[in-house]
């Protein structure tokens, strides 16, 4: 079976804004390289779990897959076809089978439009529904999302936060999608609504055969809808692999950093765990260190690591590690 | 240990909102009292009011369709209501801070990030330009943001999620206040950073004795980083105590139940399957907190006719751990 979708080395740079002043004295134009070459795949009906530190490219990549954002280089292979610089007129249908739910369900939605008309709109132009049947599509998603049909006249500041998701989701679904991107889709919920969430996308992936990109960065969450994990630092994957694996027994030093940073609730498993404090300089995007990007801050760092960029080492069953000294 | 002292109190508050519907009641009978120095961690429902209580004691209920109907909020014993707005800018940002919970809609988008934080230190502290602006790239810094000389000129869109997050939380400790409201501070960030920023919190509760206000959901971060908790439902609060008592011995079933559908990386997960996790289920009604009976009824495992009839009052459950539960005594000593 081929993969719904297939990144290679996907590139996106960032020019920063500069005043008029430095335009005229021609200073040089700093560009952030937001995602510096990644490899990604996402298989039928799969979730791939994201995770990497803050600025480390994540959003750009969900960004660049929905085409918002035009890459500089890389290939993005969705359903066979490189939509990486597609026209926008040929791009067109393909977007109604790629799909997106934000973090913030407050700053996603209108405020002077009714939430059934926010869920109706993808969902008018895509598929050409109008009138009555448009509004009884809308109901029918409004219920799969644990939402009520007598709600859709309401606007966005009449729900919860929870509620907002679950009307970012239904709006997201209206389309029948085949990949969703989920950028940081619980971080602002409470844990109890959080759950409700996280369930409820995992039955419609079930139901609907859907794909999920899921961002975020409760490690814990990623692990319990992932079936496979990628994780990022500066613009690129240092550690890819199936959920079990790379939870169980991570290969490079940022996710085992990563995972032993986690906040632990029980204070006696906590005073058991070992903490792996990042110390050294914050690399910066626009001039990223030579060799290994990690190894300013890497408590495992030997000379070469500084001047020779890691290999990607695999251990043949899909769980590859780019160090020199994987663990 | 001495006794702390009771810098922030918040007594009896009530928030209501106005809406088409009739009136909303936000916050309900609110009380609670931040010592100097100490982490006080806010949780609950989302909608439970917290980010209103947080807003009601810096004044800055929108008005309308907000009104705070009842209640005082007192800082170092003096009654906010009697300033007047002039005297209440001069306590926002230097004795009262708050980070707020959306960076997005919070950070002014035409204004660079050095302008957004140059703003409170230059209002409160004064300096040169050159003093604002060292100013300004040591809290940067302070916030672990890489790259301090080129974000201070750059646009909030031109910022990571997690950047705008940190750029809030400096903000809010440029002028070393002695309240810090923290409204969901790190929800942006990943595991390590957020490490960073809580230990610079709680450096400066050492240093200063910064008072912080800390509401979030993660009871991970709570239960390593605060002092006393209180848990809110539906506009009340409904559990309050010391930390470790209130997640190793929770006595409300909300609180109970927040704690069962945390994700946890320690849970068996059948290989290469997703694993499900537990709910409270169904939602909060609108209203809870005028109901006549407990506002968590509806959706409590333990509940009975009495519980839906008659609002269950604060008991002392412990040392400084009160519970507004009539089943408080059936949650002793079981697991949460
Ligand atoms: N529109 C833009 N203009 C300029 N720079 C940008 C823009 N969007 C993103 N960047 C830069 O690209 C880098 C990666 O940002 P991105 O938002 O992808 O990070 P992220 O991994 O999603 O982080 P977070 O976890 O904080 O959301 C950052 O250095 C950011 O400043
Ligand atoms: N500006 C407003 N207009 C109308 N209602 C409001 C307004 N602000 C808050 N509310 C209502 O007040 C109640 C409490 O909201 P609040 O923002 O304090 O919740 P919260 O506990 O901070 O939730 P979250 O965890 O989602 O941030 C909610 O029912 C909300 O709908
Ligand atoms: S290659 Fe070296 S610096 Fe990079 S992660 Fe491995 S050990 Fe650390
Ligand atoms: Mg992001
Ligand atoms: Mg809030």
């Known amino acids: 079976m081929s993969a719904l979708l297939e990144v290679t080395g996907?590139?996106?740079?960032?020019?920063?804004?500069?005043?008029?002043?430095?335009?005229?004295?021609?200073k040089p134009v700093k560009a952030v390289q937001a995602v510096s070459g990644i490899d990604l795949t996402i298989g039928a009906n799969e979730t791939l779990g994201l995770v990497g530190e803050s600025g480390c490219g994540k959003s750009t990549v969900g960004r660049c897959i929905l085409r918002l954002e035009t890459p500089d280089a890389g290939k993005i292979l969705f359903d066979g076809q490189d939509i990486a610089k597609?026209?926008?007129?040929?791009?067109?249908?393909?977007?109604?089978?790629?799909?997106v739910v934000f973090q913030d369900p407050y700053a996603s939605l209108n405020p002077r439009r009714t939430v059934g008309d926010a869920v109706g709109e993808p969902l008018a132009n895509f598929t050409g529904l109008k009138g009555a049947a448009l509004r009884e599509e809308v109901a029918l998603l409004f219920e799969r999302v644990g939402l009520r049909r007598d709600q859709l006249d309401r606007f966005p500041h009449e729900f919860s936060g929870g509620q907002r998701q679950r009307i970012g989701i239904a709006r997201a679904l209206g389309p029948k999608p085949d990949l969703i991107i989920l950028d940081e889709p619980v971080s602002a919920l409470d844990v109890s609504v959080q759950a409700q969430v996280v369930n409820l996308l995992m039955d419609l992936q079930d139901e609907f055969g859907l794909s999920y990109l899921f961002i975020a960065h409760d490690l814990a969450v990623v692990r319990h809808i992932s079936q496979r994990v990628a994780v990022m630092y500066l613009g690129q994957v240092v550690e890819a692999g199936p959920r079990d694996i790379v939870f169980a027994q991570p290969r490079h030093p940022y996710t085992q950093s990563l995972l032993s940073a986690a906040p632990i609730l029980d204070a006696q498993k906590r005073r058991l765990a070992k903490r792996i404090i990042l110390g050294g300089d914050l690399p910066s995007p626009s001039n990223p260190p030579s060799g290994c990007r990690f190894h300013t801050r890497c408590p495992y760092?030997?000379?070469?690591?500084?001047?020779?960029?890691p290999p990607s080492v695999s251990d043949g069953a899909g769980h590859t590690a780019n160090c020199h000294f994987p663990l | 240990m001495s006794a702390p002292k009771p810098l922030l109190q918040i007594d009896g508050l009530s928030v209501e909102f106005s809406a088409r519907a009739g009136s909303v009641s936000a916050v309900d009978d609110i009380s609670l009292t931040l010592h100097e120095?100490?982490?006080?961690?806010?949780?609950?429902?989302?909608?439970?009011?917290?980010?209103?209580?947080?807003?009601?004691?810096?004044?800055?209920?929108?008005?309308?369709?907000?009104?705070?109907?009842?209640?005082?909020?007192?800082?170092?014993?003096?009654?906010?209501?009697?300033?007047?707005?002039?005297?209440?800018?001069?306590?926002?940002?230097?004795e009262m801070a708050m980070i707020f919970q959306d960076p997005m809609s919070s950070l002014n988008p035409i204004l660079t990030v050095g302008q957004q934080i140059g703003e409170a230190i230059s209002l409160h502290q004064g300096g040169t330009k050159q003093d604002v602006r060292d100013?300004?790239?040591?809290?940067?810094?302070?916030?672990?943001?890489?790259?301090?000389?080129?974000?201070?000129?750059?646009?909030?869109?031109?910022?990571?999620?997690g950047m705008r997050q940190r750029i809030m939380i400096a903000m809010a400790l440029s002028c070393n206040p002695r309240v810090l409201l923290a409204d969901e501070p790190t929800t942006a960030l990943d595991v390590t950073i957020q490490a960073?920023?809580?230990?610079?919190?709680?450096?400066?509760?050492?240093?200063?004795?910064?008072?912080?206000?800390?509401?979030?959901?993660?009871?991970?971060?709570?239960?390593?980083?605060?002092?006393?908790?209180?848990?809110?439902?539906?506009?009340?609060?409904?559990?309050?105590g010391p930390v470790e008592l209130l997640i190793g011995a929770p006595r409300h079933p909300y609180t109970r139940g927040l704690l069962g559908s945390m994700p946890n990386l320690d849970q068996a997960l059948v290989p290469g399957r997703q694993g499900r996790l537990t709910e409270i289920q169904g939602s909060v009604p609108i209203n809870a907190a005028r109901l006549p009976g407990c506002g968590f009824a509806a959706r409590c495992p333990f509940a009975d006719d009495h519980c839906v009839a008659v609002r269950p009052p604060f008991v002392r459950v412990g040392d400084g751990h009160i519970s507004a539960c009539w089943k408080h005594d059936e949650l002793e000593g079981i697991q949460p």
Do not use: W
């Open chain 1, 86 to 99: 597609m026209e926008e007129s040929a791009l067109r249908p393909l977007r109604r089978r790629l799909q």
């Open chain 2, 196 to 240: 960073q920023i809580l230990a610079l919190l709680r450096d400066l509760r050492a240093r200063l004795g910064t008072a912080i206000l800390l509401i979030t959901h993660d009871l991970g971060v709570v239960a390593e980083n605060a002092d006393r908790v209180v848990v809110m439902y539906g506009g009340r609060k409904v559990e309050e």
């Open chain 1, 301 to 309: 760092v030997q000379p070469i690591c500084k001047t020779v960029a």
């Open chain 2, 37 to 94: 120095g100490e982490i006080l961690a806010v949780v609950g429902e989302s909608g439970s009011g917290k980010s209103v209580t947080a807003l009601s004691a810096l004044r800055l209920i929108p008005d309308p369709p907000g009104r705070i109907v009842a209640g005082s909020v007192s800082l170092d014993g003096i009654d906010l209501a009697t300033l007047d707005e002039a005297q209440m800018r001069r306590i926002r940002g230097k």
């Open chain 2, 135 to 161: 100013r300004i790239l040591e809290v940067l810094e302070l916030v672990r943001i890489p790259q301090a000389e080129l974000r201070i000129d750059q646009y909030p869109h031109e910022l990571s999620g």
């Open chain 1, 10 to 26: 996907l590139v996106k740079r960032f020019e920063q804004t500069r005043s008029l002043f430095d335009q005229l004295t021609k």
